[in-house]
DNA sequence: ATATCGATTATCT
DNA sequence: GATAATCGATATG
């Protein structure tokens, strides 16, 4: 667990879509341990969640869905299971996957992951060389933005592609692993309904995304 | 048509 | 700790 490079536990089986088909609160607790695959050509790359973020739907004021179903939040009002990946401040991109119900807009921010497979594509994709003994590994996919960057995952070409499938290239796996310990923290990043604790990460976990991978501002407190 | 700002990251002091 | 980079979605005239 310290030397993070463990390969899977064994065969990584698809989540269905009833997986999907719940609040992305529960959504978001369950995906931790999961893994997300890409597989591309001859060379799969794959790498464990270890930490979400929930996004309530139409009436969660930080959820891209409160500005209602456009051509561009679509698939959050779509079926459940399927990836919603958006483009922001002018460079990255970010992953998400669509809960409930269609018709319902809820949805869960992949934020961060451990590498287990294709580490040195996800180092090559990400501009980083891996040098023993470095600290950087969890830069590899540590943040929304920087997991989508190891991954190839852009909005032409993975927007409301279908996670529960095999064969869609992008989908999400389980391997049996079981998450030991869970921590609960307000979301990051926004300015709208930033107390809510939504923020789900794997304790103690190397991949944590954040300037120090744990310590979350507990600044702007001050109010009493 | 133009202005504002964001579910971020890298780089600087 | 602070800020520049960079662009598309959304709001406003």
Request: hydrophobic share 35%; glycine share 10%.
């Amino acid at each position: 667990m310290q030397s993070s490079v463990c390969p899977p536990l064994g065969p990584i089986r698809p989540l269905d879509r009833e997986f999907f088909a719940r609040t992305p609160r529960r959504v978001a607790r369950d995906l931790l341990g999961k893994i997300l695959v890409r597989d591309s050509g001859k060379v799969r790359i794959s790498a464990r969640i270890v930490e979400v973020e929930a996004y309530l739907g139409q009436n969660d004021p930080a959820a891209h869905a409160s500005a209602g179903n456009t051509a561009r939040t679509s698939v959050l009002f779509g079926p459940p299971g399927y990836a919603y990946v958006y483009f922001i401040y002018g460079n990255h991109y970010c992953l998400n996957v669509s809960c409930e119900q269609e018709g319902k807009a809820g949805s869960v921010l992949i934020r961060a992951l451990e590498p287990l497979e294709g580490i040195e594509e996800m180092a090559r994709a990400r501009g980083i060389v891996l040098r023993h003994g470095s600290q950087d590994f969890p830069k590899l996919t540590s943040g929304p933005g920087r997991l989508a960057e190891a991954f190839g995952i852009t909005r032409t070409r993975d927007n409301g592609c279908d996670l529960t499938s095999r064969t869609s290239g992008l989908w999400i796996g389980d391997d049996a692993f079981r998450a030991k310990r869970i921590q609960i923290t307000p979301r990051i990043g926004i300015s709208k309904a930033a107390d809510h604790p939504l923020r789900y990460i794997l304790a103690g976990n190397k991949c944590i995304s954040g300037p120090k991978n744990s310590r979350q501002r507990l600044k702007t407190h001050s109010k009493a």
